[in-house]
């Protein structure tokens, strides 16, 4: 299935067991232009990463689940070539005794008889068949998109996890190097250096900037073992050659801050074995081996063209897979209506009988017992009769409840339809407000880890030249780090938006 995600003609389902098809008859030039602009949404919206694009593919080509509904769709287009005419009878018959008639003696007798529909009746059932098979086409192309967000969302979450991974890390340096700094402090040295230390901590950008990405076998860029030991051997290395202190700063600072960090060594190893579900998960949903490693993009990017809110509704009402399928079902529906009536028709039937003589012996005498005893001799010649029949349907009753039941499926897949509208519309709306709140938080809270990196920068010269509050330069770190976690999720969570978007509008 290696095409799963272009759109082809109906007809190369005929060449390719592996081909999925959008049927022939969507292709009009109002919606290939409408194709295109939701691939240019895409495109637009979501700035992708190439190996989630692969992802992507290889879910839909390998997702065992998917491949059944696909080999489904597949069964059901064959229904169309089921539609023929009733086969004929051939009846055969042979006496065993001859039957003595006028013209010979018969010794077989064969009919065939071939039974016609009502006019049109043959073309109806056919169209019935292939709306079905379009709507079993649609109910695939929803499981797709569903397997597809699935992916993405999963994709997400692990991207999530690691750039939470790589904050936190962030954030060890910055304690660490506060960590050196209190040192100083306690010990009475030059703290100049220390402080420039902080600040370029502060001011580093996470690895996901830095690295795009990487692979730890697991699946994405680690390396908070070796920070954790690190910042341990640092730490102990640290107590133990402070001496009794001499400066101006206070034990309790160094302390708090080793405090810290053996917390946030906890809560990378954590992260780490929080990715593993997601991992088998992720695995899973492409087809794979649950231990097989991935790598992907870190970096969270997305870039939205303006307005692009106004037509995306218009275009999910026109291309969301559960409408276009209740929309074939009704189609269904009617046809069943029409086969309903065409079923109360006759039907005809034409044949041939063939009836086999041979000749038979002159027996008695002319003009004895008045002629009673006499029969002239046959001449045993085969004899052909066509046939003709027709059904008569008088019981009307059945045709009639025919006619009325498929009626009111329609109309309650009219109901259905209406109500799927109202809620594609509704979740539209709850989507794009989620997608709007996102994108203020974001740079809203761009702007806060800006202020609070200056802040924080102030603060840290403020403790290193005058001995300010400690306590204040801990809560700058905190708001820092929260700051930016808060902003990492409002990202992840933009994009789960926007996946569900494209979810919606299933192409």
Same mark, same amino acid.
């Given at each position: 299935m290696?095409?799963?995600?272009?759109i082809?003609?109906?007809?190369?389902?005929?060449n390719s067991?592996?081909?999925?098809?959008?049927?022939?008859?969507?292709?009009?030039?109002?919606?290939?232009y409408?194709?295109?602009?939701? $691939?240019?949404?895409?495109?637009?919206?979501?700035?992708?990463?190439?190996?989630l694009?692969?992802?992507l #593919?290889e879910?839909?080509?390998?997702?065992?689940?998917?491949?059944?509904s696909?080999k489904?769709y597949?069964?059901?287009?064959?229904?169309t070539?089921q539609?023929?005419? %009733?086969?004929?009878?051939?009846n055969? *018959?042979?006496?065993t005794r001859?039957?003595e008639?006028?013209?010979g003696?018969?010794r077989?007798?064969?009919?065939?008889?071939?039974?016609?529909p009502w /006019?049109?009746?043959?073309?109806?059932?056919?169209?019935?068949a292939?709306l079905?098979a379009e709507?079993?086409?649609?109910?695939?192309?929803?499981?797709?998109n569903?397997?597809?967000?699935?992916?993405?969302?999963?994709? /997400?979450?692990?991207?999530?996890?690691?750039?939470?991974?790589?904050?936190?890390?962030?954030?060890?340096?910055i304690?660490?190097?506060?960590?050196?700094?209190?040192?100083?402090?306690?010990?009475?040295?030059?703290?100049?250096?220390?402080?420039?230390?902080?600040s370029?901590?502060?001011?580093?950008?996470?690895?996901?900037?830095?690295?795009?990405?990487?692979?730890?076998?697991?699946?994405m860029?680690?390396?908070?073992s070796?920070?954790?030991?690190?910042?341990?051997?640092?730490? *102990?290395?640290?107590?133990?050659?402070?001496?009794?202190g001499? *400066?101006?700063?206070?034990?309790t600072?160094?302390?708090?801050?080793?405090?810290?960090?053996?917390?946030? %060594?906890?809560?990378?190893?954590? $992260?780490?074995?929080?990715?593993?579900?997601?991992l088998?998960?992720?695995?899973?949903?492409?087809?794979r081996d649950?231990n097989?490693?991935? =790598?992907?993009?870190?970096?969270?990017?997305?870039?939205?063209?303006?307005?692009?809110? /106004?037509?995306?509704?218009?275009?999910?009402?026109?291309?969301?897979?559960?409408?276009?399928?209740l929309?074939?079902?009704g $189609?269904?529906?009617?046809?069943?209506g029409?086969?309903?009536?065409?079923e109360?028709?006759?039907?005809?039937?034409?044949g041939?009988?063939?009836?086999?003589?041979?000749?038979?012996?002159e027996?008695?005498?002319p003009g *004895?017992?008045?002629?009673?005893?006499?029969?002239?001799?046959?001449m045993?010649?085969?004899?052909v009769?066509?046939?003709?029949t027709?059904s008569?349907?008088?019981?009307?009753?059945?045709?009639?409840?025919m006619?009325? =039941?498929?009626?009111?499926?329609?109309?309650?897949?009219e109901?259905?339809?209406?109500?799927l509208?109202?809620t594609? #519309?509704? %979740?539209?709306?709850?989507i794009?407000?989620?997608i709007?709140?996102?994108?203020?938080?974001v740079t809203?809270?761009?702007?806060?880890?800006?202020?609070?990196?200056?802040?924080? %920068?102030l603060?840290v010269?403020?403790?290193?030249?005058?001995g300010?509050s400690?306590?204040?330069?801990?809560?700058?770190q905190?708001?820092?780090?929260d700051?930016?976690?808060?902003?990492?999720n409002t990202?992840?969570?933009?994009?789960?938006?926007?996946?569900r978007?494209?979810?919606?509008?299933?192409?």
């Amino acid at each position: 299935m290696k095409t799963l995600l272009k759109i082809t003609n109906k007809r190369a389902i005929a060449n390719s067991g592996r081909m999925v098809c959008i049927p022939k008859q969507y292709l009009s030039i109002s919606s290939i232009y409408q194709y295109l602009l939701i $691939l240019i949404f895409m495109v637009s919206v979501n700035g992708y990463s190439q190996s989630l694009d692969q992802y992507l #593919e290889e879910a839909a080509e390998n997702n065992p689940a998917l491949q059944a509904s696909f080999k489904g769709y597949q069964a059901s287009l064959e229904k169309t070539n089921q539609v023929t005419l %009733e086969n004929p009878q051939l009846n055969i *018959g042979v006496f065993t005794r001859p039957m003595e008639l006028l013209m010979g003696n018969q010794r077989a007798e064969a009919s065939v008889m071939q039974m016609f529909p009502w /006019f049109g009746m043959l073309k109806t059932q056919k169209d019935e068949a292939t709306l079905m098979a379009e709507a079993k086409y649609e109910e695939f192309r929803q499981q797709r998109n569903v397997l597809l967000y699935q992916v993405k969302e999963t994709y /997400f979450q692990l991207q999530q996890l690691q750039n939470s991974i790589e904050i936190t890390e962030s954030n060890l340096d910055i304690l660490k190097s506060l960590e050196e700094l209190a040192i100083i402090r306690y010990q009475g040295g030059n703290t100049s250096d220390a402080v420039s230390s902080v600040s370029a901590a502060v001011r580093r950008p996470t690895r996901s900037g830095q690295q795009n990405g990487g692979s730890d076998g697991m699946g994405m860029g680690g390396g908070s073992s070796s920070s954790s030991s690190g910042a341990s051997s640092s730490g *102990g290395s640290a107590m133990s050659s402070m001496g009794s202190g001499g *400066g101006s700063g206070k034990l309790t600072d160094v302390l708090r801050l080793q405090v810290q960090i053996k917390a946030l %060594e906890s809560d990378l190893q954590q $992260l780490e074995v929080d990715k593993r579900p997601f991992l088998v998960r992720f695995n899973q949903l492409l087809g794979r081996d649950k231990n097989e490693p991935l =790598e992907f993009e870190t970096e969270i990017s997305t870039q939205k063209n303006i307005g692009w809110e /106004f037509t995306m509704l218009e275009q999910i009402l026109e291309t969301n897979p559960m409408l276009l399928m209740l929309e074939k079902e009704g $189609l269904v529906y009617q046809k069943q209506g029409e086969m309903a009536k065409l079923e109360g028709k006759p039907m005809f039937g034409l044949g041939l009988n063939y009836m086999v003589f041979s000749p038979r012996p002159e027996m008695g005498a002319p003009g *004895g017992m008045n002629g009673m005893d006499y029969m002239p001799a046959g001449m045993g010649n085969n004899m052909v009769m066509p046939m003709a029949t027709v059904s008569l349907p008088i019981y009307r009753k059945k045709y009639k409840a025919m006619e009325s =039941e498929s009626k009111l499926y329609w109309e309650a897949n009219e109901k259905q339809k209406e109500d799927l509208q109202r809620t594609l #519309e509704t %979740e539209f709306e709850s989507i794009l407000v989620s997608i709007k709140d996102a994108t203020r938080k974001v740079t809203l809270l761009e702007e806060q880890i800006e202020l609070t990196k200056q802040t924080m %920068e102030l603060s840290v010269t403020s403790y290193a030249n005058e001995g300010s509050s400690f306590e204040e330069v801990l809560n700058i770190q905190r708001e820092l780090l929260d700051f930016r976690l808060n902003l990492l999720n409002t990202k992840i969570e933009r994009e789960i938006q926007f996946a569900r978007v494209e979810t919606l509008i299933g192409i």
